[in-house]
T-cell receptor, first 120, second 110 residues
Framework: GAVVSQHPSRVICKSGTSVKIECRSLDFQATTMFWYRQFPKQSLMLMATSNEGSKATYEQGVEKDKFLINHASLTLSTLTVTSAHPEDSSFYIC????????????????FGPGTRLTVL | GDSVTQMEGPVTLSEEAFLTINCTYTATGYPSLFWYVQYPGEGLQLLLKATKADDKGSNKGFEATYRKETTSFHLEKGSVQVSDSAVYFCALRGGNQFYFGTGTSLTVIP
C-alpha cells in the first residue's frame, strides 16, 4: 500500500511552453501533497504544500505564478510549470500524506518516483 | 530551525567493505529520522526510519540508530554490494515538513 505515482516520468519541452506534472496517490486519500525540486547533485528543496480544495502554500522564493499547483481531489495534485525556461530543468518530486493517518497521529509521507523535466 | 548535516561524498568502496555515512541533525522537539535512497534516474525510496531516541531502524542490511545525546543517525552496513550504489539522503521530519541532507553518493566497485 501507500503508493504514489507521477506522470510523466520524463518530459522534454521547448522554452516558453507549459508542462503539467501529475501526482497521484493510488491506494489512499491524500489530504496534503508536497512538491519538491531537486537540482543535480543536490538535496530536495520543498517548493509548496497543497491541501485538497484550498490554495497551495509556497515556500519563500518560489514563484506561485510560475509553478501552478492544483489539488482538486483527494488523490490528485498537479504542478504546472508555466512558460518554462531552461533554468526550470530539474527533477520534480511529489509526496503525499494520508488524511486519515494524520488524524490518527501517523504522519508518514510517501514519495513519488519523480519527473525529469528538460527545457530546451 | 531544523536542519540535517550529512557527510559529503562521493564515497567509493570495494564490494563487501563496511559502510558508514554520518548524519547529524538540529531540531526543536522530537523529530522522526529517516534514510532515503535514490537509485540513478529514480525517485526517493524509504530505506529505514526511527521515530524516537534509541530506536534502531534496519532494512536490507542497513542500520541506523537514533542517538539523541549526539543528535546523530549514522547509516551503516557491514558488507556493501554493487547494487547498493546510489545516493543516500538523511532526513528529519519536524511537524509536517521534511528536511533533507545534501545526499551522499555511494559507488561500490566489484
Amino acid at each position: 500500500g501507500a503508493v504514489v505515482s507521477q506522470h510523466p516520468s520524463r518530459v522534454i519541452c521547448k522554452s516558453g511552453t507549459s508542462v503539467k506534472i501529475e501526482c497521484r496517490s493510488l491506494d489512499f486519500q491524500a489530504t496534503t501533497m508536497f512538491w519538491y525540486r531537486q537540482f543535480p547533485k543536490q538535496s530536495l528543496m520543498l517548493m509548496a504544500t497543497s491541501n485538497e480544495g484550498s490554495k497551495a502554500t509556497y515556500e519563500q522564493g518560489v514563484e506561485k505564478d510560475k509553478f501552478l499547483i492544483n489539488h482538486a481531489s483527494l488523490t490528485l495534485s498537479t504542478l504546472t510549470v508555466t512558460s518554462a525556461h531552461p533554468e526550470d530543468s530539474s527533477f520534480y518530486i511529489c509526496s503525499a500524506r494520508s488524511g486519515g493517518a494524520a488524524i490518527r497521529g501517523y504522519n508518514e509521507q510517501f514519495f513519488g518516483p519523480g519527473t525529469r523535466l528538460t527545457v530546451l | 530551525g531544523d536542519s540535517v548535516t550529512q557527510m559529503e561524498g562521493p564515497v567509493t568502496l570495494s564490494e563487501e567493505a563496511f559502510l558508514t555515512i554520518n548524519c547529524t541533525y538540529t531540531a526543536t522537539g522530537y523529530p522522526s529520522l529517516f534514510w532515503y535512497v535514490q537509485y540513478p534516474g529514480e525517485g526517493l525510496q524509504l530505506l529505514l526510519k526511527a521515530t524516537k531516541a534509541d530506536d534502531k531502524g534496519s532494512n536490507k542490511g542497513f542500520e541506523a540508530t537514533y542517538r539523541k545525546e549526539t543528535t546523530s543517525f549514522h547509516l551503516e552496513k557491514g558488507s556493501v554490494q554493487v547494487s547498493d550504489s546510489a545516493v543516500y539522503f538523511c532526513a528529519l521530519r519536524g511537524g509536517n515538513q521534511f528536511y533533507f541532507g545534501t545526499g551522499t553518493s555511494l559507488t561500490v566497485i566489484p
